[in-house]
């Protein structure tokens, strides 16, 4: 069965998409920690990051690296936490946080955003790759 990630890479339920590359896609997190909470992950359906082989591991992690100068352009933080749990959904997913402080990366405190604070939101963090 597919994942939620996969259905979203497939177009099958919508997302405030930030980047795609060939192989990878970020989006912002629904039920995010903070303002401009972004999932990067690989396209193909791969349950653990460690699974990954070398290739495309690095190829995620130049992809996050590029969204997260992105990130930390448009969204005021001290600087931009990365977090790889792998619980929550079995596709591997990088997880890129603008933080102030150790708390915000503890997945405890979520923002609320309305639909057109997300659609800006990524358009900004688009505009600034």
Request: some cysteine; overall charge negative.
């Amino acid at each position: 069965m597919s994942s939620i990630f996969t259905k979203i890479v497939n177009g099958e339920i919508p997302c405030y998409k930030v980047a795609e590359e060939e192989q990878f896609l970020a989006f912002l997190d629904v039920n995010p920690n903070a303002v401009g909470h972004t999932l990067c992950i690989p396209k193909q359906e791969i349950d653990k990051l460690f699974d990954m082989d070398e290739e495309l591991y690095l190829g995620l992690m130049r992809f996050s690296k590029k969204v997260a100068a992105a990130l930390e352009k448009t969204v005021p933080c001290e600087r931009i936490g990365m977090a790889v749990i792998g619980l929550e959904v079995p596709h591997a997913h990088v997880h890129l946080i603008p933080i102030h402080e150790m708390n915000e990366m503890r997945f405890q405190n979520k923002v609320a955003l309305t639909k057109e604070e997300f659609e800006t939101l990524a358009t900004k963090i688009q505009q600034n790759l």
